[in-house]
């Protein structure tokens, strides 16, 4: 389970680590890969191996590391590797995640981001060497090259700050001098790695075909570049005084610790550079290039159709190539999210089925908007309503009552639908019940919160009972969707400008029409119209959670935003596990963390720490803040 699975596109173009013998490690090995087309394409599928797992419950700290998901209290840092950031058990000599440094701790996981880089670098120095390559496959192969190069800069600039960054194939025997430099200011990284999407873009195709489906586009790497300069405009890294001192050796600054509002303006820029290529009408495909996903009778009601529509997204198609950017194929991680998430099947036995572990938080089904598309609190049918309150007639609480198509497409809760092994079937999750606590908080596979996670589980994945054995639909996890463009967007141009344009509203629009909701200005005039200030910066920020819940985009929002402290700070809650009886049950208690704290500090938490063996390796590294 700790292995590291490569993914790669829809097919498994890859099936085998056959390739790795040819990795450039020797001249004759080096000599060999350029020799013909079909070794030089082999590398080209190699280079996308050091692209890190997002899915599963252990590969990556985005999904489990925010304040979305949890899991369990019983299980250990070892097997469940988010819990080292959200407990601040992450320092400089201690990391379970290997991405500046392949060297993780016991249980970590390793990918050496930086000879990726250099491996997509030695294909830019050769392939339009290749004897008998097309010109077209050598530019295409050369865009894919820029693309990750840029890719694989943005990661590590999302998880350590400011960088070092590689600007060309650095060979084995260089000289220190080209290998022990120093991080580049984070406005210079941002500004780098742009580039490479933009020459990326340059080279590639606007669109792949089926069997192709997760390679790189014209429309993935502008999509990247979008998110990268949405990041930068954002507080974290845009006139963040916690900064000021945070300089290399020499004095330069690493940060800009003064606010430029004109980042927003390019973020906005590139979002509608992304959108459009989106939005293009693609003749071949006879419809635009990407669309959001809706697969529901358009007669059926609307809350029903956006619940079908938003659910079918993630888990009808075994790719969403509609809607998904940029996405992964990996069976094995999918298989694990759906083992660790499914309600158990057998009561009190946690050796056999579905082993529930990983679970939303309360605060996220706090989050969903209510039907009306509006917060509880300002929703006039919901604001006077206790949410927390037994509605005895419903046989559940007032807040599962009231909730957009969404939260019902993607979270299963005490006597609510579920859907799983082929049939809709209805959760009991109190105390001693079947899908409930053991009743024994020393048990391991049961929800601390009360809640489950619907999104990725398909209705088609079963469980045997009598054969013990499992049938898994397998699907593709998205790493980038058509929404985030949309939102981001919104968010910039409220940021430079101060309020909503017609585009922006046309685009939050867009995303909730997908899933059944009112548009923004039909929810708001209910609430006596749209907000403005921070009031609707927060709801923006909330428009945007709801959309990405449990994907791993809270994780690094949280952080831009500078909200992490804030939010990451406060104690989990759930409701009453072992209550047996609608009173006792909910009620709301402490979710069990294993006797842990959460620990968020400001400035430290925000970033990784650099490892202290490349600190001790090279002389003109410093550390992030904090550690």
Not at 105 to 120: E, K, L, P, Q, V
Not at 178 to 198: G, L
């Amino acid at each position: 389970m700790k292995n590291i699975l490569i993914t790669l596109s829809f097919l498994l173009l890859l099936t085998s680590c056959e390739y790795l013998d040819v990795v450039p490690e020797g001249k004759a090995t080096q000599d060999d890969i350029w020799k013909t087309t079909q070794q030089a394409e082999k590398y080209r599928y190699y280079m996308r191996t050091y692209m890190p797992n997002l899915i599963g419950y252990d590969w990556s700290p985005d999904q489990f590391a925010g304040d979305d998901m949890i899991t369990g209290g019983v299980g250990t840092t070892y097997w469940f590797s988010s819990k080292s950031l959200i407990y601040g058990e992450e320092n400089a000599n201690v990391t379970y995640f290997g991405r500046w440094a392949p060297y993780s701790t016991s249980g970590g996981t390793n990918y050496d981001i930086y000879r990726g880089i250099r491996y997509a670098f030695y294909l830019l120095d050769n392939v339009y060497k290749v004897p008998a390559i097309s010109p077209e496959n050598a530019a295409r192969y050369a865009g894919e090259a820029w693309y990750l190069i840029g890719y694989y800069h943005q990661l590590l600039l999302e998880y350590y700050g400011p960088i070092i960054l590689v600007k060309r194939y650095i060979p084995n025997d260089a000289p220190d001098s080209e290998i022990f430099v120093p991080r580049s200011p984070y406005d210079e990284c941002v500004k780098y790695i742009a580039e490479c999407y933009d020459k990326a873009a340059e080279l590639l195709p606007e669109t792949v075909i089926d069997t192709e489906l997760g390679l790189p586009t014209r429309m993935s790497a502008l999509s990247y570049k979008a998110r990268l300069l949405l990041y930068a405009a954002s507080p974290l890294v845009n006139g963040n005084s916690d900064y000021v001192g945070f300089d290399n050796h020499d004095g330069t600054p690493l940060m800009n610790t003064t606010y430029d509002p004109e980042k927003w303006k390019k973020a906005m820029e590139a979002a509608a550079e992304a959108i459009s290529v989106a939005e293009k009408f693609n003749s071949e495909l006879g419809r635009q290039n990407f669309m959001l996903y809706t697969s529901a009778d358009s007669s059926l009601p609307d809350a029903e159709r956006g619940r079908r529509n938003y659910r079918d997204a993630f888990t009808k198609e075994h790719w969403n190539g509609l809607e998904f950017i940029e996405a992964k194929g990996d069976r094995g991680g999918c298989q694990t999210l759906q083992q660790l998430m499914g309600p158990r099947p057998i009561a009190n036995n946690m050796s056999l089925g579905w082993k529930t572990t990983s679970v939303p938080t309360m605060e996220a089904v706090e989050m969903y908007y209510t039907k009306n598309g509006l917060p509880w609190e300002d929703d006039p049918e919901t604001k006077d309503i206790d949410p927390y309150a037994y509605n005895a007639e419903a046989g559940t609480v007032n807040l599962h009552l009231y909730k957009e198509p969404r939260f019902y497409a993607s979270v299963g809760y005490d006597r609510g639908t579920y859907e799983i092994d082929g049939k809709e079937i209805t959760l009991y999750l109190r105390g001693g019940e079947l899908h409930g606590s053991t009743l024994k908080e020393t048990d391991e596979y049961q929800s601390c919160t009360g809640y489950l996670c619907q999104k990725w589980i398909p209705k088609a994945s079963t469980y045997s009972i009598p054969s013990n054995s499992f049938s898994f639909y397998y699907y593709a996890y998205p790493y980038l969707r058509l929404p985030e463009l949309y939102l981001s967007y919104a968010e910039a141009d409220f940021e430079y400008n101060g309020s909503l344009s017609t585009q922006s509203l046309e685009y939050i629009n867009l995303v909730r029409k997908r899933c059944g909701l009112p548009t923004f200005q039909a929810s708001w005039a209910l609430a006596g119209g749209i907000p403005t200030g921070q009031k609707l910066r927060k709801v923006l920020h909330q428009e945007r959670s709801i959309e990405f819940l449990f994907e791993g985009r809270r994780f690094h929002d949280l952080r831009r935003w500078k909200e992490a402290p804030e939010v990451m700070n406060k104690q989990p809650r759930s409701w009453n596990r072992d209550g047996k009886t609608a009173e006792e049950f909910y009620q709301v208690i402490e979710a069990n963390q294993g006797g842990r704290v959460r620990i968020f500090e400001s400035p430290k938490s925000y970033w990784m720490a650099v490892p202290m063996s490349e600190i001790n390796k090279n002389p003109n590294l410093v550390q992030n803040p904090g550690y």
